[in-house]
């Protein structure tokens, strides 16, 4: 069975531009994650979408970053403008239904790299 | 708000020891979720505890609810070399906050 799928795995870009995260949650999940990973910091949850509502947004860091669920399949977390210290590892999760925050199928993530 | 703290940070251990990483929340939780990140890699659901002074077992891994439910603990018996990887509480309240995890090494 494909689990949560994320691309691009890495991504190295310049400061100023535009950055863009995809995911796929697995299919029949209704809930969907965008986790923030860094040392200093550790795992942060971003955002968390139910049947692709925004339910709560409180961790997202500033006005750059947006994510959006268009539909049950697809999900995008995006940067603009980027800065460095925006460099970490994002993960998209999702959760089968009726387990709401419980039971989180994580992706392989996207390594950010903002120089 | 909401603040979770897991201890210890690291630990070292010889293959056949023991282990055991404890999560405490400021706050009463609805429930506690603990996930396993091996190096390089993404988080791993284990398990989830919902009921006050819950106890599961999954093979080596004990895992204990509060009866208060505000901490919770994970214990491993006899480490193994394929144990090696970051234990993580996740703590379901008002927000789900991650700790920051302890790192099991295991030397054979």
């Known amino acids: 069975d494909a689990g949560v799928i994320q691309s691009p795995r890495h991504e190295v870009t310049e400061m100023g531009q535009e950055v863009t995260l995809r995911c796929k949650p697995i299919s029949g999940h209704n809930s969907l994650f965008w986790y923030r990973q860094t040392m200093m910091r550790g795992l942060e949850l971003l955002i968390y979408?139910?049947?692709?509502?925004?339910?709560?947004d409180s961790g997202m860091p500033e006005d750059r970053f947006s994510a959006k669920m268009p539909n049950a399949s697809f999900s995008t977390l995006k940067i603009q403008p980027s800065e460095p210290r925006d460099s970490a590892v994002y993960f998209c999760?999702?959760?089968?239904?009726?387990?709401?925050?419980?039971?989180?199928?994580f992706g392989p993530g996207t390594r950010l790299t903002v120089t | 708000g909401q603040q979770v703290m897991q201890i210890p940070q690291y630990q070292h251990v010889q293959e056949g020891e023991d282990f055991t990483t404890y999560c405490n929340s400021s706050?009463?939780?609805?429930?506690i979720q603990w996930y396993k990140q091996r190096p390089g890699g993404h988080p791993v659901f284990l398990i989830q505890?919902?009921?006050?002074?819950e106890v599961k077992k999954q093979k080596r891994l004990t895992f204990q609810f509060g009866e208060a439910k505000k901490n919770s603990s994970l214990h491993i018996t006899a480490t193994q070399t394929t144990d090696v990887g970051t234990y993580f509480c996740?703590?379901?309240?008002?927000?789900?906050?991650f700790g920051a995890g302890t790192i099991l090494r295991v030397k054979s």
């Open positions: 706050t009463t939780l609805s429930n």
């Open positions: 979408f139910n049947n692709n509502v925004p339910i709560d």
């Open positions: 996740a703590a379901d309240g008002n927000k789900l906050v």
């Open positions: 505890l919902v009921k006050s002074g």
């Open positions: 999760a999702s959760s089968p239904p009726d387990r709401g925050r419980l039971e989180q199928y």
